[in-house]
């Protein structure tokens, strides 16, 4: 395998008239990490992926493959290869004829293609496979194909264009974790794009978070979910409780009547809004809590429950353990939380 190449966004920017689908953004993946680009639909992550790939030129800015600069490359000129989110296999070929194409189109020499690919799907667990057609294979076992049709060409860069979208929910657990271990175990330089906050949870070194064309925040899954900077961040990374309230001078957050002593720092006095994951909420006795409030539901999720609670912070999701005997729909409960699982954001 080619020795993975790293990619370096400076000051990139990509026009369409007026409209900035990218602006002005900066970023670096170094060699042999996978980094997700998560945001919202229109947020720019898809247009992002398309400069790296070349598929988009710049109006703006510099872009970097592996030290050398690629701005004004075709495609064909950029080492890098990509996985659609359709996984674009050719449905007349067999599986060992879809993964001989890219080396193919490079080099007519068929019995070193066919090497290549064979080695490529055994090292993704495809052998015994080569000669159905991917009408014959499940959807995970198609994806594994279509990356192994973008590694045959040993690129410096992966490229993964919302690779888990057309899998139900078990299988896009199995096959992300797959993707990872790949990754991982292979040294790929990757940039990845979801919308799905799990997933990029799950698998990235680094998360770029994208918002309305231009970085967010970026940071390792523990520093988005845990510190996000904002708060749509904060709403836009896993569930979150978002309380609007006043931060006193006193350093006591007072909302709806009830508040708690802050122990964060680096907030000033003023306007707050207050974040709390369902996770770090527990229900106790009426009165034995930071505030009261009434349990409205309480959905059986298997492993835990899912309540929502009316209260004078308005409502409130959380997890409860089954069998938590403060845990029915109607029951008046306590709220509780350690003031240290509590993430003040300013405004």
Known sequence: MAQPGGVVFEGVSRRYGDVAAVDDVSFTIPPGELVTLLGPSGCGKTTTLRLVAGLEAPSAGRILIGGADVTRRAASERDVSMVFQSYALFPHMTVLENVCYGPLSVNPDRARARDLAQAKLAQLGLAGLEQRLPSELSGGQQQRVAVARSLVLEPAVLLFDEPLSNLDAKLRRRVRQEIRELQQSLRLTVLYVTHDQAEALAVSD?????????????????????????????????????????????????????????????????????????????????????????????????????LLVDSAWGELLLFAPVGDPHAAAGSAVGLAFDPADALLLAG
């Not at 680094?206 to 900077?229: C, F, H, K, N, S």
């Not at 009165?287 to 959905?299: E, F, K, S, Y």
């Open 206 to 306: 680094r998360i770029i978070v994208m918002d309305r064309g231009r970085i967010a925040q970026q940071g390792t899954p523990a520093d988005l979910y845990e510190r996000p900077a904002s708060r749509f961040l904060a709403d836009f990374i896993g569930d979150a409780n978002l309380v609007a309230g006043e931060l006193t001078a006193q350093r006591r957050f007072m909302a709806g009547g009830a508040g708690f002593a802050v122990v964060q720092d680096g907030v000033p006095p003023g306007r707050a809004t207050l974040a709390l994951r369902p996770h770090r909420l527990r229900l106790v006795a009426p009165g034995a809590g930071v505030l009261d409030g009434r349990c409205r539901r309480a959905d059986y999720l298997g492993s835990h429950l899912e």
